[in-house]
């Protein structure tokens, strides 16, 4: 018989200091969010050592920040476990989700019994560092990958394929492919399908501005007015979206 899985605690933990003494690296920033994860159980201390303990599943979404040899290791070794499972992504948006989808499906077959979805970004804290020339940062984790300089998303390999063929393949390029496919599909002009989506932009940014956790947590949200006109500081990143689409 099929186990049900369920979620029993959920964590997220943000840095928002840019100073070189607050610069947490993401396996830092993925610790605390394990901890508070595990505090939001409910459980009393006890049971909820024996939960940590219990974890024979980690799945970590590959960072873009900071080149480890061994993230899902790294994390095993500080919680203290030895999971069975343990499994570092590709780059992409969609693996939280598919990692979190292929979880349950191993505790329902009864594979595993406590997993561990988690990934963490601490580029704000590695530009920090670069631009105080302090690359590696003072005491993050040692790589056998050199790092020199931040992350663009726009110098990176595209690989071998189709997308590589027509010099495609950076989220600011790919999401409005979808977007466009999408509005095609549904027969809308242009201007009903960017009316519609800065309004639910626009929605976004009003749930995003209550959200402790959210980057724009306390700042006054973007109106649908403000999200689809074109500005000097919401530029036309790549038609249909505006820089405020993306933030």
Request: charged share 25%; aromatic share 8%.
């Amino acid at each position: 018989m099929a186990e049900t899985p369920i979620v029993v605690g959920v964590g997220d933990f943000v840095n928002r200091s840019t100073l070189i003494s607050d610069a947490h690296e993401p396996l830092t920033l993925i610790l605390n969010a394990i901890t508070i994860a595990l505090e939001d159980t409910g459980l009393d201390s006890s049971r909820r050592s024996n939960l940590q303990s219990a974890i024979d599943s980690i799945d970590v979404v590959r960072t873009w920040t900071w080149p480890y040899d061994d993230l899902p290791g790294e994390i095993s070794r500080d919680l203290g476990v030895n999971p069975r499972h343990q499994f570092y992504s590709d780059h992409g948006g969609n693996k939280c989700a598919k990692m979190f989808d292929e979880a349950a499906r191993r505790i329902s077959k009864r594979e595993n019994k406590v997993a561990v979805v988690t990934g963490g970004e601490a580029l704000a804290s590695l530009t920090a560092c670069a631009a105080a020339k302090k690359l590696p940062p003072p005491g993050w984790t040692k790589t056998k990958q050199g790092v020199d300089k931040v992350f663009s998303p726009t110098g990176r390999d595209l690989g071998k394929n189709i997308g590589a063929t027509h010099s495609i393949g950076e989220p600011i390029q790919v999401y409005p492919l979808f977007e466009a496919g999408f509005r095609a599909h549904r027969g809308q002009t242009l201007r009903e399908n960017d009316e519609e989506s800065a309004r639910l932009y626009a929605e976004f940014a009003e749930v995003a501005a209550t959200q402790p956790y959210s980057w724009n947590y306390g700042k006054p949200p973007k109106s649908d007015e403000e999200i689809r006109t074109v500005t000097k500081r919401n530029r036309m990143i790549c038609l249909p979206c505006t820089y405020c689409f993306f933030f």
